[in-house]
């Protein structure tokens, strides 16, 4: 079983900048997809980016070229870094972590996050 616990959330100015961390507990940390998801009061949950076991990325149009991800293998972390930020950035930020692309049968995630964008 995969646990994963974020960090890093917290109040910023529109404009400023965040660091998300994802501690993930597993041994096979190659065999999974990790990803960033984002839920904000009154809407459905909705992907932010993703990056697989050899550093392929994907990001939501919304947030293409203000958000990066990244991860640390020999940690078990993986980070999203929120530049640009906008009040409507303003979400629970969810860790995910997929081994269906490798055969697996779930996914899982963790607690969340809360980041709120406002001056």
């Known amino acids: 079983q995969v646990q994963l616990v974020e960090s890093g959330g917290g109040l910023v100015q529109p404009g400023g900048s965040l660091r998300l961390s994802c501690a993930r507990s597993?041994?096979?940390?190659?065999?999974?997809?990790m990803g960033w998801y984002r839920q904000a009061p009154g809407k459905q949950r909705e992907l932010v980016a993703t990056?697989?076991?050899?550093?392929?990325?994907t990001y939501a149009d919304s947030v293409k070229g203000r958000f990066t991800i990244s991860r640390d293998s020999a940690q078990n972390t993986v980070y999203l870094q929120m530049n640009g930020l906008k009040p409507e950035d303003t979400a629970v930020y969810y860790c995910?972590?997929?081994?269906?692309?490798?055969?697996?049968?779930?996914?899982?995630w963790g607690q969340g996050t809360q980041v709120t964008v406002s001056s």
């Open positions: 990056i697989t076991n050899l550093g392929t990325t």
């Open positions: 995910n972590a997929d081994n269906r692309p490798y055969g697996g049968i779930r996914d899982y």
């Open positions: 597993s041994t096979i940390f190659s065999m999974y997809t």
